[in-house]
C-alpha cells in the first residue's frame, strides 16, 4: 500500500468529502476565469465518416485482438489503478486499428495500460504490414523513473516501458514528461490520432481541446477519456468526471463547429458488470 493509500484508508469519510468540494469550487472558478479559447475544427475528421457499429464489431479487428489479447495479457495489468479499464483497453485497440494513425499523441500514461493497447494495435495494423508509424505518450511525471518505480503503486510489476519494449514496441513509440498543454503547445509535430487522458479538469481541458486541433493532421481523430454526456453518472457507483463534459460544452456554445460522440454501449464487459464506457470521439459537425 502507497504512502497516498495509506492516507486516504484512515481519513474519514466526511473529510475527503469536504476536500473534494472544497477542490472543486476552486476548479469551477479557475474555469470560469478562463478566456474564451479560439477553435479551428478543420483538420478534425466529421462525424459522416464515423461508424461505430462498424468499428467496434469488425471481425478483422477482432482477429487481430485475439492474437495481440495473448501478448498483453501476459503483464496482468489491474483495474481500478485510476486508467482505462479492460473495456476501454479493448475499445481504443478497435479504433487505432480502424483509423490506421501514421502518428499518435496520448496525453496520460499512467501505468502504460493503454499505451501498451495504442501501441499493439499499431504493430498489428500497420508495422507489422511493413508500414511505419510514430507513438509518442505523455505523462506529467516520470512513468518509468527507476528510482520511484511509480507502477509499483498501483500493484503492477512492470514499468510501461518494460511492457512495450517486451515486444519491440520501443521501436516505434517514445515517452514524454511534462504538462500537457505545454507539451502540446510546444511540439512542432502534428498527429492523425490523439488520444486525451490526463489531466480531467474543466479548465485542462477547455484548453487541451484547441491546442491538440493545432497539430491534428487533415481528417484527424480526438479521443477524450471521462465524459459524461449532461454530467450523469454512467454506472451504479455513481462515480462522475464533470471537465470532458463541461470543456465541450464551454466551446460548442461558444460557437465551435464540433460534436461529441460518446461510444456509449460497448459490444464486451467494461466495468460494473456493464457494457457502457466513458469513451467519446470529437468530430467535426
Not at 492474437?67 to 489491474?78: L, N, T, V, Y
Not at 499505451?115 to 507513438?135: K, P, Y
Not at 523513473?145 to 517514445?174: A, H, R, V
Not at 454512467?234 to 464533470?242: A, D, I, K, P, T
Amino acid at each position: 500500500m502507497s504512502l497516498k493509500q495509506l492516507v486516504k484508508s484512515i481519513t474519514p469519510g466526511f473529510v475527503i468529502k469536504k476536500i473534494h468540494a472544497s477542490r472543486k469550487a476552486k476548479e469551477m472558478a479557475a474555469f470560469h476565469k478562463l478566456s474564451t479559447e479560439q477553435l479551428d475544427s478543420k483538420n478534425l475528421i466529421h462525424e459522416n465518416d464515423v461508424n461505430l457499429s462498424e468499428i467496434l464489431n469488425s471481425k478483422t479487428i477482432g482477429e487481430f485482438w485475439n492474437q495481440s489479447k495473448q501478448e498483453i495479457d501476459q503483464f496482468i495489468i489491474p483495474d481500478g489503478t485510476g486508467g482505462v479499464n479492460p473495456g476501454d483497453r479493448r475499445a481504443l485497440y478497435y479504433l487505432l486499428c480502424h483509423f490506421k494513425p501514421k502518428s499518435v499523441l496520448e496525453v496520460g500514461t499512467h501505468i502504460g495500460a493503454s499505451t501498451l493497447h495504442i501501441a499493439s494495435a499499431l504493430f498489428m495494423s500497420q508495422v507489422n504490414h511493413g508500414l511505419e508509424v510514430d507513438f509518442k505518450t505523455a505523462d506529467i511525471r516520470d512513468v518509468n523513473c527507476k528510482q520511484n518505480k511509480p507502477w509499483l503503486d498501483y500493484g503492477t510489476k512492470y514499468s510501461p516501458l518494460e511492457m512495450i519494449t517486451k515486444f519491440g514496441y520501443d521501436s516505434f513509440t517514445t515517452f514524454k514528461a511534462g504538462m500537457s498543454l505545454d507539451l502540446i503547445k510546444t511540439t512542432s509535430e502534428t498527429f492523425d490520432f490523439i488520444f486525451l487522458d490526463g489531466d480531467h479538469s474543466g479548465g485542462t481541458v477547455y484548453q487541451e481541446i484547441p491546442a491538440a486541433l493545432n497539430i491534428l493532421n487533415p481528417n484527424g481523430v480526438i479521443l477524450l477519456h471521462d465524459f459524461f454526456p449532461e454530467m450523469k453518472p454512467l454506472w451504479s457507483n455513481g462515480s462522475l468526471v464533470e471537465g470532458p463534459y463541461l470543456a465541450t460544452e464551454r466551446l460548442i456554445q461558444e460557437g465551435a463547429n464540433i460534436k461529441v460522440i460518446p461510444l456509449g454501449d460497448l459490444p464486451w464487459p467494461t466495468k460494473l458488470d456493464t457494457n457502457i464506457t466513458s469513451l467519446a470521439l470529437l468530430v467535426r459537425t
